[in-house]
T-cell receptor
Framework: DTEVTQTPKHLVMGMTNKKSLKCEQHMGHRAMYWYKQKAKKPPELMFVYSYEKLSINESVPSRFSPECPNSSLLNLHLHALQPEDSALYLC??????????????FGPGTRLLVL | AQKVTQAQTEISVVEKEDVTLDCVYETRDTTYYLFWYKQPPSGELVFLIRRNSFDEQNEISGRYSWNFQKSTSSFNFTITASQVVDSAVYFCALGGILTGGGNKLTFGTGTQLKVEL
């Protein structure tokens, strides 16, 4: 089973709102990722969690706050977003973290619209 | 630095035609991994194949085949007898390791494939 689930599928929020995106995997993977994808562009890496610890933050603004409550769950807390943050947010997981060989499995994404 | 180039932005074919999506990569690593992902309009990135730099054998999976040529740094993807359901954006990616932990995927810009009846 190579399933990564994400909720919600769609989210509309105002610039003053606080919302959270959720991601879950039950493959026993030790690394989880958040990506942002704008239309007609490839995904851009935002954060990496390795063994439930934040290992990579690709200079993401603080209005995005990741959280990894346990090895299966990954959240992305959103606060005071800007309209340019509207995008598809993808979660991914991989079995291991130390080799460039690991396949990342992606969830279906959350389409976020910031008004 | 790693780089992946997908020069074809968009390809349109008629159903049952064969189509090849090109991917050219750059890396200084002697061991590396290449991936292809499919992204249909629904948005999910679907993993198709992983190939390591030591294995230059071509691979076939149903209507899909991949041609890895180290000499030209290319990893091309062919769909035989295309179908409407193959319509999607296809990304080629190069795997690497992130300092601090985690695996980095360097994506190409993607090729939009449209298969029409």
């Amino acid at each position: 089973d190579t399933e990564v689930t994400q909720t919600p599928k769609h989210l509309v929020m105002g610039m003053t709102n606080k919302k959270s995106l959720k991601c879950e995997q039950h493959m026993g993977h030790r690394a989880m990722y958040w990506y942002k994808q704008k239309a007609k562009k490839p995904p851009e890496l935002m954060f990496v969690y390795s063994y439930e610890k934040l290992s990579i933050n690709e200079s993401v603004p603080s209005r995005f706050s990741p959280e990894c409550p346990n090895s299966s769950l990954l959240n992305l807390h959103l606060h005071a977003l800007q309209p340019e943050d509207s995008a598809l947010y993808l979660c991914a997981s991989s079995q291991d973290v130390d080799r460039g060989s690991e396949t990342q499995y992606f969830g279906p994404g959350t389409r976020l619209l910031v008004l | 630095a790693q780089k992946v180039t997908q020069a074809q932005t968009e390809i349109s074919v008629v159903e049952k035609e064969d189509v090849t999506l090109d991917c050219v990569y750059e890396t200084r690593d002697t061991t590396y991994y290449l991936f292809w992902y499919k992204q249909p309009p629904s948005g999910e990135l679907v993993f198709l194949i992983r190939r390591n730099s030591f294995d230059e054998q071509n691979e076939i999976s149903g209507r899909y085949s991949w041609n890895f040529q180290k000499s030209t740094s290319s990893f091309n993807f062919t769909i035989t007898a295309s179908q409407v359901v193959d319509s999607a954006v296809y990304f080629c990616a190069l795997g690497g390791i992130l300092t601090g932990g985690g695996n980095k995927l360097t994506f190409g810009t993607g090729t939009q494939l449209k298969v029409e009846l």
